[in-house]
T-cell receptor
Framework: SQKIEQNSEALNIQEGKTATLTCNYT??????LQWYRQDPGRGPVFLLL?????KEKRKERLKVTFDTTLKQSLFHITASQPADSATYLC????????????FGSGTRLQVQP | ETGVTQSPTHLIKTRGQQVTLRCSSQ?????VSWYQQALGQGPQFIFQ???????GRGNFPPRFSGLQFPNYSSELNVNALELDDSALYLC????????????FGSGTQLSVL
């Protein structure tokens, strides 16, 4: 089965630094990967989608990469702020015949002021 | 705010009981997906409804069932509740079966005692 693996350990960084979160997938490359942000007790909020044929995508302070050789996506938040503290979920796109996203377990980011 | 509303926000049931969770999708969205999120895990796909028909199902037993209404709102029903059913239940709406971005509600926190 297709899996998404994210570092389960929390990432603690200082305000102003760049946070880098890792998402690894198994088997064949998905058509796309998505990143969501989730705050405690809330539903995930869509941030970015990157397709298999795209190497990099940016949105404001966010950047995501897709490396099909390493089977990995990196999610960067530049100039991080305490308000960026949340859990970030990576999800692989709807594989052939499936209607659902497959999510990783998420990485908790804590930005210290 | 995504425009997806879920009710109730919290629910406590005992083992063996039945529960119905409700979801109103974002305006204009005709597809609703339900996910189960256990503590510390990523969301897991239960099923999807597109224009009132089930359009895909994850690895959940038949005691998990659903409905979608003509206005595209949806219900998730769980019979014969088990302790392991305790989780955050998330509803997500999207535009069309192939739309890639999901809009999640805040979820219903179900506790089974």
């Amino acid at each position: 089965s297709q899996k998404i693996e994210q570092n389960s350990e929390a990432l603690n960084i200082q305000e102003g630094k760049t946070a880098t979160l890792t998402c690894n997938y198994t088997n064949y490359s998905p058509a796309y990967l998505q990143w969501y942000r989730q705050d405690p007790g809330r539903g995930p909020v869509f941030l970015l989608l990157i397709r298999e044929n795209e190497k990099e995508k940016r949105k404001e302070r966010l950047k995501v990469t897709f490396d099909t050789t390493l089977k990995q996506s990196l999610f960067h938040i530049t100039a991080s702020q305490p308000a960026d503290s949340a859990t970030y979920l990576c999800a692989r796109g709807k594989d052939t015949g499936r209607r659902a996203l497959t999510f990783g377990s998420g990485t908790r980011l804590q930005v210290q002021p | 705010e995504t425009g997806v509303t879920q009710s109730p926000t919290h629910l406590i049931k005992t083992r063996g009981q039945q529960v119905t969770l409700r979801c109103s999708s974002q305006s204009g969205h005709n597809t609703v997906s339900w996910y189960q999120q256990a503590l510390g895990q990523g969301p897991q796909f239960i099923f999807q409804y597109y224009r009132e028909e089930e359009n895909g199902r994850g690895n959940f037993p038949p005691r998990f069932s659903g409905l979608q209404f003509p206005n595209y709102s949806s219900e998730l029903n769980v019979n014969a509740l088990e302790l392991d059913d305790s989780a955050l239940y998330l509803c997500a709406s999207s535009l069309g079966r192939t739309d890639e971005k999901l809009f999640f509600g805040s979820g219903t926190q179900l506790s089974v005692l």
